[in-house]
């Protein structure tokens, strides 16, 4: 079995002509928490859909713990959890029946998906919402529903795609400390956020897509050390300085 | 007024961006627009002359009947924000704009007015000066038949407003707007079946009822008839009770206004919300079905009969039947007929194609997809759903079976309609890889227009080769239902529906095994043409 729990090998997507992620090469070992940089539009959610077998590459190859994402999908499906951007939620069943219709499509039993539904929703502080339609949801309550269902079946490696977005600030507290203590327990994470401060707090090791290549991978020494910036600059100055974003700094005229 | 400008072009504005994007909607207005313009000119020549005729022969009819057309036509009017479903889409939502410095005053004219220039109250403005023109017996009399007629048209549109108002006002709480969707189709299929039930009953208890009304001249007292008899007695040359109606007409309009006024208001001062979105107590969730079909199945059948838009589809279902048995009550001996009724049957459990398999998930396919789910498993649950959904229908169609024919046809007709809706759900499968249906995109109402997400002309030949090859297919079975009725030996029926029904699951099964087999290889790209990322 390969140490790897992420490999990505040259993988391109091109859009009618436009090249959206451009032969991307990804290794994430297991157990790390992985995080996945990029400003608006730069491929996160493109490599994601790939990896986990939902968007297929122009070229190149993915694989999920030595299993083969093309030639393999169900079987790398048992062992992955997804938090996808779009939250793709059944907004006509309760939250409950939700989680209860997602632990039987990945096979466990009634009991099981009955008990391990109801940590969840008391773990997400959703217990007192679980009778309600996921369509009267607030944001952060369907993104900590979207997380509860990707958890249920015990993954061994996370999709995460901007989980705590939304999400009161308690949660996100509650959320982040699980998804560390998954990471120390073996499950690999791979994880994107704008919130550069949690990425740099909770993340072992980044990479940075910009215009559809990675500009930068390792730890976050690595990447200074190799962009040559100082040794107390933050995640956020080495990726503006990586993305060479053209940050403006005068004012609008008409203001104050 | 810049304010009042901008407010209206940004109406307009949007309304036709609505009919670009759609191209098909604005082929439809290409052709629309010289056929209501044409529509328009006859019926103002229409009711010229039926005016003139009734008062000239039946003078003494002509104030029920102008008060009970007036009605009719205003009741509908003020339905129809809610039939089409347009007052609750973001063209109409005054709320939107609630943010900005605008004056009440501003908002409540920029309301009524893009309310007034559109293209269905322009056609109507010749049939208003032809009943004016019809109505007046001399040129001095013609102001105030043009006045009383538009005041009974000016009801009928600001009764249309307040309740695009109205609806605005519910559709921002999610149960409200699920009741709203729901009445909105009920009442538009009731309409659209209308002419059915009317033919149905030879147009007998519409006539009665319209003759019980008119004699009584039960209309009087709607609102909407107030201006339309100031106008027959002005052209009659009768002032106080032309002043007297058009006093009540003018109250008319003015408390219909009045009211949008205050609606509009409670809109600007955020106070048109109606309770938050329900108590989130209840029982535990239980789902019932055993396994993970069971669960998928479930999982259809409840979310469809949630969704008001699927379980007003239901309602369809049902009502199709009913048309068929007006249809076949029309045609006698067909219907009646063994071999007439397999053949019928038949043609029932084939509609069973165009289900659209994925069509349920829209933007949820992902999840779907994302599942470790046996793709076999996956079509088969994906199919049990939709033919649950199509139950209601089926079992009417099989009642109105029963009142066609003997009791003893009706194992052989549910057999064909098994037989044929099992080939025809194992060929959607196909159809719904190769070509599915477009999910609305992030944010968009699964009710917009794009929501609909054409197949394309390609695909709907392909989908009539595939009714033919449905047919064909669930022929030879329909052939062993059929078998025992020439033959005149009704025991056979002990042995030929079993064997029917046994080979067109055979038959469904195999379709279904290759279509897992497409869906494993082609998952990507079906996704990609789902959410239109390709």
């Keep these: 079995m390969s140490d790897a729990a992420i490999v990505a090998s040259a993988l391109t997507k091109d859009f009618r002509g436009r090249r959206a992620v451009d032969a991307i090469d990804l290794s994430v070992g297991r157990g790390r928490f992985f995080g996945f940089l990029g400003p608006n539009g730069a491929g996160k959610s493109t490599t994601i859909k790939m990896l986990t077998g939902l968007m297929r590459p122009t070229s190149g190859h993915a694989t999920i713990e030595g299993i083969s994402v093309e030639a393999e999908p169900l079987r790398v499906k048992e062992r992955i959890g997804v938090l996808p951007e779009e939250l793709p939620l059944y907004e006509r069943l309760t939250g409950e029946e939700y989680l209860q219709f997602v632990g039987r499509m990945y096979g466990l039993s009634r009991a099981e998906t009955r008990s391990r539904s109801d940590e969840l929703l008391e773990f997400l502080s959703l217990a007192d919402e679980r009778g309600k339609l996921v369509v009267d949801y607030s944001l952060g309550m369907k993104k900590k529903l979207a997380l509860a269902s990707a958890l249920i079946h015990n993954p061994h490696v996370l999709f995460l795609d901007e989980p705590l977005n939304g999400i009161d600030p308690i949660s996100g507290r509650v959320v982040s400390d699980l998804l560390r203590r998954l990471a120390q327990k073996g499950v690999t994470l791979f994880f994107t956020s704008h919130v550069l401060d949690l990425v740099e707090r909770l993340c072992d090791e980044v990479a940075v897509i910009d215009r559809g290549r990675i500009v930068a991978q390792g730890t976050l020494d690595e990447i200074r050390a190799q962009r040559a910036v100082g040794r107390d600059a933050s995640l956020e100055d080495v990726f503006l300085k990586l993305v060479a974003a053209d940050v403006r700094r005068e004012d609008l005229s008409w203001i104050g | ?534």
């Design chain 2, 1 to 534: 007024m810049d304010r009042l400008t901008g407010l209206l072009l940004l109406r307009w504005r949007l309304e036709w961006r609505g009919l670009r994007a759609a191209p098909e909607r604005g082929l439809g207005l290409l052709v629309l627009l010289p056929l209501l313009t044409i529509a328009s000119l006859a019926s103002a020549v229409a009711v010229f002359v039926g005016a003139r005729v009734v008062e000239h022969s039946r003078p003494e009819l002509m104030l029920p009947a102008a008060s009970a057309l007036a009605t009719l036509i205003g009741v509908f009017w003020a339905l129809s924000p809610l039939i089409t479903g347009l007052a609750a889409g973001e063209t109409h939502d005054l709320t939107r704009v609630l943010q900005f410095p605008i004056p009440l005053p501003t908002l409540v004219v920029s309301s009524l007015l893009a309310n007034l220039v559109q293209p269905l109250v322009v056609v109507r403005l010749p049939m208003l000066l032809a009943l004016a023109l019809a109505l007046a017996a001399s040129a001095w009399r013609l102001p105030a038949a043009l006045l009383g007629v538009s005041l009974s048209f000016a009801v009928m549109l600001a009764a249309d407003h307040l309740a695009g108002l109205a609806i605005q006002g519910m559709a921002r709480n999610r149960r409200w707007r699920d009741v709203l969707l729901f009445v909105g189709l009920g009442l538009g299929l009731l309409v659209s079946t209308l002419p059915f039930l009317i033919f149905a009953s030879g147009g007998r208890a519409v006539g009665t009822t319209l003759r019980f009304f008119v004699r009584g001249d039960g209309f009087a007292l709607s609102p909407f008839a107030w201006g339309v008899r100031a106008a027959i007695h002005a052209g009659r040359g009768e002032l106080a009770p032309c002043l007297g109606q058009l006093a009540l007409g003018s109250g008319a309009v003015l408390s219909a206004i009045g009211l949008a006024v205050w609606a509009t208001a409670r809109l600007y001062r955020g106070e048109l919300d109606i309770g938050g979105p329900g108590s989130a107590k209840g029982t535990r969730a239980r789902m019932l079905l055993p396994g993970r079909v069971g669960a998928l199945v479930e999982k259809d059948l409840r979310t469809a009969w949630r969704d008001p838009a699927l379980r007003a589809s239901l309602l369809t279902g049902l009502v199709g039947p009913l048309l068929f048995l007006f249809l076949v009550s029309q045609m006698p001996g067909v219907g009646g007929s063994p071999g007439g009724l397999l053949l019928i049957a038949s043609i029932a459990g084939v509609t069973g194609l165009g289900g659209a398999a994925f069509a349920l998930e829209r933007r949820a396919l992902p999840l779907l997809l994302g599942l470790p789910l046996p793709r076999f498993q996956l079509l088969v649950a994906k199919n049990l759903a939709s033919l649950g959904l199509r139950t209601p229908g089926l079992a009417m169609f099989l009642l109105v079976a029963l009142l066609l024919a003997p009791l003893s046809m009706l194992p052989a007709v549910a057999t064909a309609l098994a037989a044929s809706a099992l080939v025809a759900l194992g060929l959607d499968n196909y159809l719904s890889i190769l070509f599915p249906v477009v999910a609305p995109g992030v944010g968009r109402s699964p009710y917009s227009g794009s929501a609909a997400g054409a197949r394309g002309l390609g695909a709907a030949l392909v989908a009539l080769g595939s009714l033919a090859a449905a047919v064909a297919i669930s022929a030879p079975f329909v052939f062993l239902a059929w078998l025992p009725v020439p033959l005149g030996r009704p025991a056979l029926w002990l042995v030929s529906l079993p064997l029917g029904l046994a080979g067109a699951a055979a038959v469904y099964g195999m379709l279904v095994a290759g279509a897992a087999g497409l869906l494993s290889r082609r998952e990507p790209e079906l996704l990609a043409r789902v959410l239109s990322e390709e």
